[in-house]
């Protein structure tokens, strides 16, 4: 696979996302659910799979995001209330992506402890 290839899988990813935060500015629960789905992980597991046709790596992915998915929620519960809090959006930001990745290093811990590797 070429660069185009590269190429063409960076501009269809950032048009997925450049189209919800278009989409958020005029229909803010549609943007909300397009979100929320996990666009991410999808368009990650089509082009592993375009890119090496493995299944198993496939699988590795999926099961993977699946338990790193758990801590990201954190995020959308603290930012929220830190703008609400009257706090600036760069630091709202920050400091919700902070504390993200403190609970997944805290869940990581725990996941160690139940045997359970990613």
């Known amino acids: 696979m070429g660069t185009m290839y ?3 899988k960076i501009v269809i990813t950032a048009v997925v996302i450049a189209a919800i935060s278009e989409l958020a500015k005029h229909v803010t629960p549609l943007a909300a659910v397009l979100a929320s ?3 991410t992980s999808i368009l990650a597991i089509l082009w592993l799979y375009l890119d090496t ?5 496939v699988i590795d992915l999926s099961r993977e995001i699946f338990w790193a998915l758990l801590p990201s929620l954190i995020f959308f519960l603290v930012f929220p209330a830190l703008l ?21 290093a805290a869940y990581l811990a725990v996941l160690r402890k139940l045997g359970i590797r990613l």
């Open 53 to 57: 046709s493995d299944t198993g790596l």
């Open 6 to 8: 590269f190429l063409l």
């Open 84 to 104: 609400k809090s009257g706090l600036r959006f760069s630091l709202s930001l920050l400091l919700a992506i902070a504390v993200m990745l403190s609970g997944y």
């Open 37 to 39: 789905l996990p666009l």
